[in-house]
Structure formats: structure tokens, C-alpha cells
């Protein structure tokens, strides 16, 4: 992605309050970081035309970056609606990997159906810190895919998760990330001088900001 494409996504998430920024009231995330920022891709679903260009834009970046795919998996639950859009649009076969498997039935983790040595991307809403994406990235290996990448709406940009993408030898690529973000915040004024240092030091060190 261009830095020209990467602020017009951000743009966007803005627009529809996908993302948050608020550098003097912190959010607190499920693992107990705090953060100056959140971001919940779930509300672009609700406006057609932003879902419309964020799939259009995922769909670019799956055909170019990836023209070998064979299959598309979206990884629950964030990841499950992008990814149905992106397979729909590009024909292409689609399946989703859950967090664990099932409780009951047939006790699938991976729904849908994957052959042995197929090509799969997966479509990720969002990567923070790469744990919970390399896990399903795991799961669709274990059950015989083949990983191919992974795509994302936004990045963090967080150094564990491209350490953790490179060990796991998993290219990522993403429409927006952070950086872009925060550029383009300072551009508009949504945010002081002082507001962009707070934000640019959380993300150097996430789990140790603001305590």
C-alpha cells in the first residue's frame, strides 16, 4: 500500500469512528494495556459505502499482492464478515477459523471446507500484536493448508507482531497501520503536539504505557 491509499483508509475509519483516538482518557484493552487508541472495524459494516471501498481495497490487495490464492479464511469474529466479502468477490472458496474448536458436534475449529495443499490468505480485521491471527494461521496448517499471507484492514505496527510474522514466515500486509493514522490526525488537528508524542511513545512501548 502507498502512504497516499494508507491515509485515505484511515480517512475512512475515522469517518465511521472505527477507530478512536484519545491520548488524555485511555482506553483499557482485554489484556489490560492501556491505549490511547481503539479500533473496532465491526462499524464499517454498517455503512455501505465504506464497506464497499474497504472490500474493494481488500480485494486489490488479496488479487495483486496474492494471485495465488485458492481459498480465503477469515479468522473469528472480526474477520469472518471481511473475509465473506473479499471470497464473494473474488469467487473464490471461503472458510473461517474459530478461536478453539467447538464444544460440540463435530468439534471444528475451521468451518467450511480446506483441502490439503490449497493456497489460503487470511483476512484479519485487525493485527495488534500477531498472537491471535498466528494461531489461526496454525490451525488452517495443521488441517493441511498452506498459508500463503495474511491481510489486514489496520496495523498496530507493534515490532513483537512483525517478529512474531517473520517467525512464523507469514507475509502481512495491511491497508492502513497506525503511522498513517497518527499522520494523518496531526494533518486535521484532531490532535495537539503533546497529544501525538503520548501517541507515538504507546506505541514504542504498549504494554508499559500509562502505568
Not at 130 to 136: D, P
Not at 166 to 188: D, Q, R, W
Request: charged share 20%.
Amino acid at each position: 500500500m502507498n502512504k497516499v491509499s494508507e491515509k485515505q483508509v484511515a480517512e475512512k475509519l475515522l469517518q465511521v469512528q472505527a477507530v478512536k483516538l484519545s491520548p488524555a482518557q485511555p482506553f483499557t484493552w482485554a489484556s489490560g494495556w492501556k491505549s490511547p487508541i481503539y479500533c473496532d472495524n465491526r462499524k464499517i459494516l454498517s455503512f455501505p459505502y465504506v464497506r464497499d471501498y474497504i472490500k474493494s481495497e481488500l480485494c486489490n490487495l488479496v488479487f495483486e499482492t496474492f494471485p495465488d490464492a485458492a481459498v480465503i479464511a477469515g479468522v473469528a469474529t472480526a474477520g469472518i464478515p471481511h473475509g465473506a466479502l473479499i471470497a464473494d468477490q473474488l469467487k473464490l472458496p471461503f472458510i473461517y477459523v474459530r478461536s478453539k474448536p467447538k464444544e460440540h458436534g463435530m468439534g471444528n475449529q475451521i468451518e467450511g471446507v480446506l483441502q490439503p495443499g490449497q493456497p489460503v490468505v487470511v483476512i484479519e480485521d485487525l493485527i495488534s500484536t500477531g498472537k491471535s491471527s498466528l494461531e489461526a494461521v496454525q490451525a488452517i496448517r495443521a488441517a493441511g493448508g498452506e498459508v500463503i499471507g495474511m491481510v489486514s484492514i489496520f496495523n498496530y505496527g507493534f515490532d513483537v507482531a512483525v517478529k512474531a510474522f517473520e517467525a512464523a514466515g507469514v507475509p502481512f500486509y495491511s491497508l492502513s497501520n497506525y503511522s498513517a493514522m497518527i499522520a494523518l490526525a496531526e494533518e486535521k488537528g484532531i490532535v495537539s503536539a503533546d497529544e501525538i508524542a503520548t501517541l507515538q511513545a504507546w506505541r514504542t512501548a504498549p504494554d508499559q504505557w500509562g502505568r
